[in-house]
């Protein structure tokens, strides 16, 4: 599995063709010259395309929104995460958005790995991915002493330990930084929508 999904990723025509979906993702979700909420879900869409159109991956898609993974790829469950950091950090990777601490408490008690995880930051002319297994999670979540953080107010809810996430990047199974040259037009929502109007055939 490792290795049909490096092989997905190294392919210079599947990073081409995930960049221009991440790339129309962007201009779907911007608002003002900044990112909407929409462009995680959005993202997440493009990636499983991207993965569904490889003949050499078994790919599902159909999940309920209540499991901790959001596609399976050759029987591997992978929870799917985007960010537009600068760097690979843990911010904004959230694993629970609520900052009631009833529901934080709850989540934490049975806090464990049931899924592999499949992190992609997205920046401009330029992906880097990580993959690593739900085994090779589990062996750094039992070895280790902190494993989340708490956070509250505006970036409420629980993301990974800064000191965990380093050791998440330093064991991932896949770690690759591709640079993109290819570029396209910007276009905002509305114009996108009115060049698409465009190019319909006339009523005869």
């Avoid at 330029?126 to 062996?139: A, D, G, R, S």
């Avoid at 330990?161 to 290819?182: C, E, G, N, R, Y």
Wanted: glycine share 2%; proline share 2%; aromatic share 10%.
């Amino acid at each position: 599995m490792v290795a049909a999904l490096r092989r997905h990723f190294e392919s210079k025509t599947h990073l081409r063709n995930l960049y221009y979906l991440y790339n129309g993702s962007e201009q779907e979700c911007t608002r003002n010259g900044k990112k909407t909420p929409e462009i995680g879900t959005s993202r997440e869409k493009d990636l499983i395309a991207s993965l569904a159109s490889n003949d050499d991956l078994m790919v599902s898609y159909d999940i309920y929104n209540k499991e901790p993974y959001d596609v399976i790829v050759n029987n591997r469950y992978i929870s799917l995460k985007h960010s537009s950091n600068v760097r690979a950090t843990s911010a904004g990777i959230k694993i629970v958005w609520s900052a009631e601490k009833a529901t934080q408490d709850k989540f934490e008690q049975n806090f464990s790995f049931k899924c592999d995880l499949l992190i992609v930051y997205v920046r401009e002319f330029e992906i880097e991915i990580i993959y690593i297994t739900k085994e090779k999670l589990e062996e750094l979540r039992q070895n280790s002493s902190k494993i989340l953080k708490r956070l509250n107010g505006n970036s409420r809810g629980i993301e990974f330990d800064p000191t965990f996430f380093k050791k998440i990047i330093k064991d991932a199974d896949i770690h690759l930084s591709q640079k993109m040259t290819h570029q396209y037009p910007k276009l905002d929502s509305i114009s996108k929508r009115l060049a698409l109007i465009k190019l319909l055939p006339d009523e005869q």
